[in-house]
Nanobody, 124 residues
Framework: VQLQASGGGLVQPGGSLRLSCVASGRVFGRYGMAWFRQTPGNERENVGGINRSGGITYYLDSAKGRFTISREIAKNTMYLQLNSLKPEDTAVYYC??????????????????WGQGTQVTVSS
């Protein structure tokens, strides 16, 4: 399995971006998937994910109401829609796939596969 993340860029506060994570190999139905972000000197932070069946999504508290995770099975792609972006959302965003237990869902170590990261910069 390989994951390819894209869609990052420079956006003004209040703006929007849509990140994409294209998977090669069977992912949907086999693994849960998540989006993490990381800033220099900090650990990767889980901003949200979708379970293996696609029926359940969850989000970091600061992302609720602003970020939306979806997937398009026909394109083997997961999306992260970022709305109402804030400067504190600036980070490198990564997609990941794995089957973490609930208590480890926010741990980067619990995921098997990672995309290469895409930079999101929110600045005026």
């Amino acid at each position: 399995v390989q994951l390819q993340a894209s869609g990052g860029g420079l956006v003004q506060p209040g703006g929007s971006l849509r990140l994409s994570c294209v998977a090669s190999g069977r992912v949907f139905g086999r693994y849960g998937m998540a989006w993490f972000r990381q800033t220099p000197g900090n650990e990767r932070e889980n901003v949200g994910g979708i379970n293996r069946s696609g029926g359940i999504t969850y989000y970091l508290d600061s992302a609720k109401g602003r970020f939306t995770i979806s997937r398009e099975i026909a394109k083997n792609t997961m999306y992260l829609q970022l709305n109402s972006l804030k400067p504190e959302d600036t980070a490198v965003y990564y997609c990941a796939a794995g089957n973490p237990i609930l208590s480890s869902i926010n741990s980067a170590d619990a995921y098997y596969y990672w995309g290469q990261g895409t930079q999101v910069t929110v600045s005026s």
